[in-house]
């Protein structure tokens, strides 16, 4: 069986970090991968979006049924990742890691064939649970390979792609649907899974092996679930993580919403505030992988929530006094997202530390609920309202209130639970 977590003797010291190394070439491969693995996932949710209204149009349904097939998707993500996790454990990586790749082509290629839209549910939520074996198993790969101050760089490269392909999905979608249909979008995403087996192929050796394997079968797998489900610092970790991803899901929901329809701004000038709300998260992202060296994990995330909180507080406090301002909407929600930028990063680093005893298991739950709150959140904004900003503000500032409560009664962030580990497994 494997070793237990690290004892607190094992953690790192703050301000005692080695001095940074650059990735040998081998190791730059196989980041390249992972990052890739961890983007098909948000690629796949979002780069068929603009294709909805043909989509409803050739399959003669309606918008309603329609956006089942995304619902399907995020589904099919959650429970891949939350069974492939704690199989990884016991099995492996890599098998998972060629497998998912193959199902994603096959189930990409059968939404692009899709003769009516109950096969093509049927496809999305397959297609969900082959691209969660790439998300949930990056971060156990990551956490197999590596400790000490290069985990949470590694951790913020994957939470910055998290951030970054939700925006950049629909735009490539757009570029495709302007020169073909959408069949042609699941037919791009196949390929793209091609290149992705074959990543996997050349670049990620078997990052679990035998020896350091959980002999205890599927049970005992499912069984460290379990016992970190009864971990109360992971449990935070987890918590602020949903927590935050709640509120960044309504962001990206509303915010088009808002900015469009309460200001009145273009297409074109939302896309650009969108962009430069990412550019925060992206700057916010290499902050951490800098600061991390120097600081507690512990205290950037303290640090993090705090700012995102306060961005979401001072939306719902200007709408309520002030009314609705274009500069006001534009910063406060610029805060968010880059309090997000870091909190992402440092909430994943810790957590997988906590869980390095079930990498899979661990990393399962991080982002099976991850996506799971995303997913509850994200049409609370248009229940209640899309002529004011307040709704998406309120559901934000709901979400990362809970952060907080996460952060101070499961976290505790001055008992140190999780720092970086001072050397390799």
Known sequence: MVSSPPSPADTRK?????????????????????????????????????????????????????????????????????????????????????????????????????????????????EGVAGAAGMVLARAVITDRFAGPDVPRYFAVLSQILGVAPVAAPVLGGAILAVSTWRTVFGVLSLVGVLLLLGVLTKVPESLPPERRRTDGITGTFRAMG??????????????????????FAYISGSSFVFERVHGVSTGTYSLIFAVNAVGMLLAGTAFARLSRRFRLNTLLSLSVA??????????????????TFAGTWITLFIVTSGIGMLFPASMSLGQNIGRSAPGAASALLGGLQFLCGAIASPLVGLFGEDSSLPMATIML???????????????PRQGHGEVLAKAP
Do not use: K, W
Not at 27 to 35: E, I, K, R, S
Not at 47 to 66: D, K
């Open 14 to 126: 703050p301000g005692r970090a080695a001095a940074p190394s650059a990735p040998s070439r081998r190791t730059g491969g196989l980041l390249a991968v992972l990052g890739a693995l961890t983007a098909v996932a948000p690629l796949a949710t979002d780069m068929y979006v603009p294709g909805f209204p043909a989509m409803g149009t050739a399959l003669h349904t309606g918008s309603s049924t329609i956006q089942l097939t995304m619902t399907a998707f995020l589904v099919g993500l959650v429970i891949g990742q939350l069974l492939l996790g704690p199989l990884s454990d016991g099995i492996g990586r890599r098998r998972l890691l060629l497998g998912g790749s193959a199902g994603f082509v096959l189930f990409s290629l059968a939404c692009a064939a899709a003769p009516n839209v109950y096969v093509l549910i049927g496809a999305r939520f397959l």
């Open 227 to 248: 016992r970190l489900l009864g971990n109360r610092p992971f449990m935070g970790y987890v918590a602020v993580l949903g927590t935050a991803s709640a509120a960044l």
């Open 307 to 324: 700012t995102a909180a306060t961005g979401a507080l001072a939306q719902v406090l200007l709408v309520a006094t002030l009314g609705e």
């Open 398 to 412: 709901t979400a990362l209130t809970l952060a907080v409560v996460a952060l101070l009664l499961l976290v505790r």
